[in-house]
């Protein structure tokens, strides 16, 4: 009676080489297409916050010295006052004095009011023609505007009005308060819009009796052309307001004003006609519960139209009484585009390599199966009595011994029934020994499918790694370029900090602190080492990719001449971090004996690689052995490496790399190029190194690669390099 199997599934062998095969193939990708869009997003948020605090720096540079000079002019002209040196009561004197300065300074106007209610200035009202006002105590028609010519010469009258020095803030302010400070800011449209701040004192003669007030005004749109000059300003924006939200400056094409009955009236951010500017402030006064809460630099992520923006605020203050904001914006997409793209291309690539996968592991399924298939129905119709079947024989090894094996069992079973019908007694004696060779061959089946799947498994796994070292390879050249531009940019910011540092040496308190809270000079001094660790970081993977792909030969360079000795002294310097004096080892001692060389044909990148290989093996070596000695020891036997290259004879030279570390028993030495190699503990080596290296230069080169080592003495590698490369022309 048979026996029923219920619940189980049957997986067919199909099946079972073809899911593994594609899961590893999409498991793969999949993970380095989501580790390459996590770093770009890394890199884009950190390039995002260099981006915004190098803007910030730069507006809160420009309003240190656009702001700083009006109050320098009225200090210099309010001491030339109290020292006599400028005599108020000669009001012709003083304007074509005030005229001058405007020549010299980028100022909008500058004049003075005196006690009497009399006074004079320069103004720049158009932003070009330089005019003088004068004016005596009392309305009406009191105040006269007057052209001037070349020499600052009173020439005609062109405007009058009313005027009063007590009823004016930018009089009444500073005298108030008795120090220098900024008035209210003043809007005036004359022809053209005339929105101004202005820094004044009291101005007192030489018995320190009071006069009245200097002042000097700024025209506040000249930082929003400021701004619209900066490079962020094509993508993002930037834009200056007061502690109570009033906008002062911006860097769009829109006007930080409004007219009203051709009056100007200034607005709040939150009321800009610039959409953007406007939901940005919106947004910023919602999280801050207004602006008058933000008392240091702050760093947002905001949404408008649906996008996120990176957001910088920084307060900015002076001494006089100005306390400003400045607010960066700029939207993900101006950085993440490039990003989105390659996350779709890295998806396609995904998909495209599922189809192929699937496609070849099922070709590769359907090509081993069929024979197992036909042996399987072959098997069924001998097991139903019909013992004339043969196997057709198969380009597979294994499978064509299998099926000679399944042929030459049915021929022994068919003549074994033959033989039953003429003898059933003799055939009872032989059964048992049927029985067991029937045995050997189902076993000798077994072990040859076995060893059948084995064989496409580390086909698969050798497709797999060189896949993924080319996939890897890709995301870690990106990193690998950027680390360069990172460094040229942090160069360029320290640069500016110590200029800035040099040319505006600041006493502020909070400036102080922060350097002190971040350790300014640690951070700038670690910064460099971050870098450089980076670099060495990417370096390592980029070599261990490249050792694969060339072991593999996937990668073909041209020859090209060059000097050998730069080549050596190039991986020096990248292993330098390994020779010099450190808390953990000490220093090793590089001792170069360098002949005269011609120039030598080679591959420069896959030649750097060996010599790179021999050092880095060379060094460790002497680590190794300087962990077990004392501090006596290694300074009575320093640690060495010596280089010697020199001419064989007018057709090869010869790099010699020595050390003197342990050396190697003669076990190890005869097993150095076998690749997989390695008596490094795991993580330290691959064992792929000295393979490879013996691979370019004999292969590759038609040198040769030899080791020297005595146990207890150290060990010494010798490379020999025809100076010409034979190369075959196909005709």
């Known amino acids: 009676m048979k026996k029923r199997h219920f619940g189980i599934s049957k997986i067919p062998l199909q099946m079972v080489l073809i899911i593994p095969f594609v899961l590893q193939i999409f498991g793969a990708v999949g993970l380095v297409g989501y580790l390459s869009f996590k770093n770009g997003q890394k890199a884009v948020n950190d390039l995002a916050d260099q981006l915004m605090d190098r803007t910030s720096n730069i507006v809160d540079q420009h309003l240190n010295s656009y702001l700083s000079i009006p109050h320098k002019v009225i200090q210099i002209n309010a001491d030339a006052i109290q020292m006599g040196l400028l005599d108020v009561r000669s009001r012709k004197t003083v304007a074509k ?28 009202y158009d932003g070009k023609t330089v005019t003088i006002d004068d004016w005596s105590a009392k309305p009406p028609k009191n105040w006269f505007t007057y052209a001037t010519d070349n020499q600052g010469n009173r020439t005609s ?45 009291p101005i007192y003669d030489a018995q320190n009796r009071l006069l009245g007030m200097v002042a000097a005004d700024i025209h506040l749109l000249k930082l929003s ?25 911006n860097s769009s094409t829109q006007q930080p004003f409004t007219l009203v009955k051709e009056n100007i009236r200034r607005i709040k951010a939150t009321d800009s006609s610039d959409h953007s500017v406007q939901s940005i402030a919106k947004q910023i006064q919602q999280t801050f519960n207004g602006f008058e809460s933000i008392t240091e630099s702050k760093k947002l992520q905001l949404n408008w139209q649906g996008e996120p923006n990176f957001v910088n605020v920084t307060p900015w203050r002076d001494q006089y009484g100005l306390d400003w904001l400045v607010v960066v914006s700029v939207p993900e997409h101006t950085f993440m585009a490039q990003i989105n793209a390659n996350t779709r291309t890295t998806i396609l690539l995904c998909f495209g390599a599922l189809a192929v996968a699937t ?47 399944f042929n030459h069992m049915a021929g022994q079973l068919r003549e074994s029934f033959t033989a039953l ?45 060189a896949g993924v070292a080319h996939e890897i390879n890709n995301p870690v050249n990106f990193i690998h370029g950027n680390i360069t531009h990172l460094k040229d940019y942090t160069q360029d910011l ?96 590089v001792i170069r004996d360098y002949g005269k060389l011609p120039q030598v044909e080679c591959y420069p990148g896959q030649l750097n690689q060996v010599l790179m290989n021999v050092l880095v093996n060379a060094i460790d070596a002497l680590d190794e052995l300087n962990a077990n000695r004392t501090v006596q020891e290694i300074e009575a036997n320093p640690s060495q490496i010596s280089i010697r290259t020199s ?32 008596t490094k503990p795991v993580g330290k080596g691959t064992g792929m190194g000295m393979a490879i290296s013996y691979q370019i230069i004999t292969e590759k080169h038609g040198g040769k690669l030899e080791c020297f080592s005595t146990l207890g003495e150290g060990s010494e590698l010798i490379i020999q390099l025809p100076t010409q490369q034979q190369v075959c022309l196909v005709v």
């Not at 052309?225 to 400056?249: K, P, Y």
């Not at 010699?656 to 076990?667: K, S, V, W």
Request: charged share 20%; aromatic share 8%.
């Open 421 to 465: 019908e003429n003898g059933k007694a003799e055939l009872e004696n032989r059964v048992e020994e049927r029985t067991t060779e029937l045995k050997t061959t189902l076993s000798e089946l077994q072990h040859t499918q076995a060893q059948m799947v084995q064989s496409e498994k580390m086909s698969s796994l050798g497709q797999l790694v």
């Open 97 to 124: 004095y005030f005229w001058k300065q405007m020549q010299a300074y980028d100022l909008t106007y500058i004049g003075i009011g005196l006690t009497t209610g009399e006074g004079t200035g320069a103004a720049r």
């Open 494 to 589: 320290l640069r500016m900090i110590h200029l800035y540092q040099q040319r505006h040496p600041s006493n502020d308190p909070e400036v102080q602190a922060l350097a002190e809270e971040i350790d300014l000079e640690f951070l700038i001094e670690d910064l460099h080492k971050m870098l450089a660790s980076m670099k060495m970081g990417t370096d390592r993977i980029r070599n261990i990719v490249l050792s694969l792909r060339n072991f593999s030969r996937i990668d073909e360079a041209e020859f090209k001449a060059v000097d050998l000795h730069e080549g050596i002294e190039s991986t020096l310097l990248i292993l330098q971090h390994r020779l010099k004096d450190k808390p953990e080892h000490p220093a090793i001692v």
């Open 157 to 201: 009258v062109i405007a009058t009005l009313n005027w009063n020095n007590f009823n004016e803030p930018w009089y009444t302010e500073p005298v108030k308060a008795g120090r220098p400070i900024w008035s209210r800011i003043v809007t005036i449209n004359y022809q053209y819009p005339y929105i101004a701040a202005s820094a004044s004192r």
């Open 647 to 678: 001419m064989g004879n007018s057709q090869w030279v010869e790099i010699a790399i020595a050390d003197n570390a342990g050396g190697m028993p003669e076990q190890v030495k005869n097993r150095i190029f076998n690749p997989f190699f390695t």
């Open 225 to 249: 052309e400021f701004l619209r000059h900066l490079d962020i300003s094509r993508s993002g924006q930037v834009f200056i307001l007061e502690r109570n939200g009033m906008l002062i400056a």
């Open 359 to 405: 496609l070849i592991g099922y070709l590769t399924s359907y090509w081993i199966t069929q024979p197992i298939l036909q042996m399987n129905r072959a098997s069924q119709a001998m097991a139903s009595g019909n013992l004339d079947q043969t196997l057709d024989i198969n380009n597979i090894q294994e499978l064509s011994v299998l099926a000679h094996s």
